[in-house]
């Protein structure tokens, strides 16, 4: 029995990519090298510009506010904060934030709009369903490898690379909310008048802001995490500490790199989290 010939997929996917390489090469380079440097001054010149105690009371005051004045989130981010200080990991700490906003901008920029879109069309939802799955299910590390064909290594391929993995969230709430909206509402306002825009901006978006704002939580999350593994191709931060004690197996250097991602995860989660809550409960 004569075996199957084997589908070169593989091949076709090499191909693919050096194709785009080839053809989109003056717009990588310009990405990697402008925006690159954009991130690295940010991280590097305006957020290490701030004292470190400056920057904890900063943290520490709008945690205070964002938590609905209680001190739990304020005295958590306060310690935890002066903690990565205390084990000198300031620097990979801005390195780590800048790369989880910048990251979580691009994924909420491009993520609430496509959202909206797919709620107005249910063709184009069909469409962008399973490449939303297939963004979601496909393993983190697999999205380094494109990363570092288009952008080489360092910052920027790091921000692209968490940019595909955490964008789907903020795509399906933002989706899943303005579908939710009842529709004695939207008849509400349709007989009041209403234009197409009047009504997204007055009705849907107010009423879905919850579960969009749940959807952008999940979103930073990913971003957070991919950052992370991003390191392993050249992404600067606390990934790139971890990666270190686990080359040199330094238990100790690893773990507390470790934690000081948890704290910044926790304090990013809490105040994403209550922003949600004070606005659900508006």
């Avoid at 084997?6 to 003056?26: C, H, M, N, Y």
């Amino acid at each position: 029995m004569e075996s199957i010939p084997k589908i070169p997929v593989a091949q076709w996917v090499s191909d693919a990519t050096e194709l785009t390489t080839e053809t989109f090469g003056f717009l990588f380079d310009f990405i990697k090298n402008d925006f690159g440097d954009f991130i690295e001054l940010v991280a590097e010149d305006w957020l290490m510009g701030i004292p470190v105690w400056l920057f904890i009371v900063i943290v520490g005051v709008l945690a205070f506010f964002v938590s609905g004045k209680k001190f739990g989130l304020t005295a958590f981010s306060v310690i935890g904060l002066w903690f990565i200080h205390n084990q000198e990991l300031w620097e990979e700490l801005m390195n780590t934030f800048t790369l989880v906003v910048f990251a979580s901008l691009i994924c909420v920029i491009a993520g609430i709009p496509l959202g909206i879109w797919m709620s107005k069309n249910r063709t184009v939802e069909k469409i962008f369903t399973p490449v939303l799955d297939f963004m979601q299910t496909m393993p983190a590390f697999v999205y380094l490898i494109p990363a570092v064909a288009f952008f080489s290594i360092g910052m920027v391929p790091g921000v692209f690379a968490s940019v595909i993995f955490a964008t789907p969230p903020t795509v399906r709430f933002t989706n899943l909310g303005i579908r939710q909206v009842s529709h004695e509402l939207i008849e509400a306002s349709d007989s009041f008048g209403t234009t197409g825009v009047q009504k997204l901006f007055k009705v849907q978006l107010p009423m879905a802001k919850k579960t969009i704002m749940a959807g952008i939580n999940q979103t930073v999350m990913l971003a957070l995490s991919m950052v992370v593994i991003a390191s392993m191709i050249g992404a600067k931060g606390l990934g790139q500490t971890v990666i270190t004690g686990l080359q040199r197996a330094e238990v100790g250097t690893g773990f507390v790199a470790g934690l000081g991602i948890v704290i910044l995860a926790i304090i990013i989660d809490r105040f994403t989290q209550n922003l949600n809550t004070q606005r659900g409960e508006q």
